[in-house]
């Protein structure tokens, strides 16, 4: 895993992508090129550094400058342009919150579709009463200061958290047997709650600025992995 420059590190992406880049290095496959579904401007390739192929709706939302390892492609998850069994590492984190739930399956089986026999997939997503709460205090904060919703955690409201359940029947009615999935948990919810507070709704205050001046340390402290969590992270093998 590598770690970009200090002003450019993100707690929260880190900590989501750490353990799948962590898997990814560890694996026969890690040569192959990771497709990143939702990946907005940099996604996995902040801190991984073999070749990415990003896709998403609209790049333009995120402005994190583009890696060099990473290439763009503007598709839809309904509709990726490329064959059946392309790629060996499918990664896609914290976007089907963003999805409809009546079209999460119909994303699954795409995603299913050009993942390589032998190939994984890694599907993480937020989860529970808990989160859903602990998400609608930092909009709550973010609103006081900004006099708007956060985009995201609106489109999270809208939209609904998956349920794990909803998740496994989908992968289910797509033909995967439970002995091919593995469902891990990423984010104390505490820790996520005050990331958020001082880097997303607070980031420019004294505390927020010293924070990051360990910012390699912090992120280590910030990785210890107690419940309760805000993110479930199925780990799909085809």
């Known amino acids: 895993m590598i770690y970009p420059a200090r002003q450019q590190f993100n707690f929260d992406t880190a900590i989501r992508y750490g353990p799948i ?8 496959r890690k040569e192959s090129p990771v497709l990143e579904i939702g990946s907005g401007g940099s996604g996995i390739s902040d801190y991984f550094s073999g070749q990415v192929i990003g896709i998403d709706t609209d790049f333009s939302k ?9 290439k763009y492609i503007k598709a839809s998850v309904f509709k990726l342009p490329f064959k059946t069994n392309s790629f060996y590492q499918v990664v896609c984190l914290d976007t089907l919150e963003h999805i409809q739930v009546n079209r999460r399956r119909e994303a699954i089986k795409e995603m299913l579709r050009i993942t ?3 190939g994984k997939i890694f599907l993480g997503f937020p989860f529970g009463e808990k989160s859903i709460r602990m998400e609608g205090r930092i909009n709550n904060l973010f609103k006081k200061v900004y006099g708007k919703d956060h985009l995201w955690l609106l489109e999270h409201k809208k939209n609904g958290l998956p349920k794990i359940e909803d998740v496994k029947q989908y992968l289910l ?3 995967i047997k439970e002995n091919q999935f593995e469902i891990s948990y ?9 990331l958020h507070w001082f880097f997303t709704v607070n980031p420019g205050k004294f ?4 924070l990051r001046l360990a910012y390699k340390q912090l992120f280590f ?8 969590y805000y993110r479930a992270i199925f780990t799909i093998k085809k």
């Open 62 to 70: 995120t402005g994190t400058k583009k890696n060099q390892n990473i």
């Open 207 to 210: 505390l927020s600025r010293v």
């Open 116 to 118: 390589k026999k032998g």
């Open 21 to 28: 880049v962590e898997e990814i290095e560890r694996s026969r």
């Open 221 to 228: 402290l910030l990785r210890i992995n107690l419940p309760p």
């Open 173 to 175: 009615d797509c033909g």
């Open 186 to 194: 990423n984010a104390n919810l505490l820790c996520w709650f005050l």
